[in-house]
């Protein structure tokens, strides 16, 4: 099953981390667009109205770090899906500020994916 024609943004500062899951999930039908942080997502949020989910690094530079940016996100675009990722912290699904999911780094692509078609699923 793809996601034929649907909009993710993944925010990651780490080029060759944010190349993999990009690859990963294009190879899947997503269509992706890439910031390197929190500003950059922001003004791709603001002429991108397509976008469905965001998944985000916390540890980031910018304005924001990837839990500011989620709850920006759910203020501002709230029907937009929200995955957090980090290598630093350890978080639950339940302590997020947002609703969303988390996942420690290294994760694993499949899971990923997984959750966006979840989530997707009861967009």
Wanted: proline share 5%; hydrophobic share 45%.
């Amino acid at each position: 099953m793809t996601q034929e024609g649907i909009t993710v943004i993944v925010v990651e500062d780490e080029t060759l981390v944010r190349l993999d899951i990009v690859m990963s999930l294009e190879n899947e039908g997503f269509v992706v667009l890439e910031a390197s942080n929190s500003d950059e997502a922001i003004d791709i949020l603001n002429t991108h109205p397509e976008i469905r989910l965001m998944f985000t690094d916390i540890a980031m530079p910018g304005s924001m770090d990837g839990l500011k940016l989620a709850a920006a996100v759910r203020d501002r675009w709230p029907p937009v899906k929200i995955i957090v990722a980090s290598g630093h912290r350890q978080l639950s699904d339940e302590l997020l500020p947002v609703e969303g999911r988390f996942f420690s780094k290294p994760y694993e692509h499949g899971r990923i994916i997984g959750a966006m078609r979840e989530m997707l699923a009861v967009a």
